[in-house]
């Protein structure tokens, strides 16, 4: 079984995310939530952002790498929206990495070095017309035609963190693809 790795969201460590990471650990595996936001969460995408840019974005993302560091080195990195940052960071650059699981959010290959890892799979998730993740598809299109061992799920709908049940904008069917999809993933890891 996986050990992994689950980052929140802009709006927190809300019941939806731990809701997540609660279906994984019933599939067998170790998942760890850090909490960045110190037991903060935010109604609201825009209130979070504000919350994280008055926090120090960087410092909030440090208390992350710092949280796998603590951990040993063979985990799978995952992570929704704002989480993707870490979980993305850290399955590029730290050695041991097992995988990485991108929800709502993908980042540049070229921001963390020149290529994806060789032996590090990694799924990519967001719905077609979710307004933040469809800025984050050339990247994740571009991740997935550079690895050996990616793929890229994208869900009709244009709702920002989908599968996140405590949510406005939680798509219960959706969801539970993604969660199969992950579950899938991490038992072949």
Avoid at 162 to 172: C, T, V
């Amino acid at each position: 079984m996986a050990e992994v790795v689950l980052y929140h969201h802009i709006q927190g460590l809300t019941d939806g995310v731990r809701s997540v990471a609660g279906e994984l650990r019933r599939a067998g595996h170790t998942v760890h939530t850090p909490d960045l936001f110190e037991g903060r969460t935010f109604a609201g995408i825009e209130d979070g952002f504000a919350f994280a840019r008055e926090a120090g974005l960087e410092k909030l993302r440090e208390r992350g790498i710092a949280a796998a560091e603590a951990l040993g080195p063979e985990l799978v990195y995952a992570g929704f929206s704002f989480g993707v940052t870490i979980a993305q960071r850290l399955a590029q650059t730290r050695p041991g990495a097992r995988g990485a699981l991108l929800i709502d959010a993908c980042l540049p290959v070229e921001e963390f070095g020149t290529t994806w890892p060789v032996g590090v799979p990694a799924q990519i998730h967001g719905k077609e017309n979710d307004e933040f993740f469809e800025e984050d598809l050339p990247a994740a299109r571009e991740l997935v035609s550079s690895a050996a061992n990616a793929e890229l799920f994208v869900y009709p709908g244009d709702q920002h963190l989908f599968a996140d049940s405590s949510l406005p904008a939680y798509d219960p069917e959706a969801a539970e693809v993604l969660l199969a999809r992950l579950r899938a993933f991490l038992a072949a890891v």
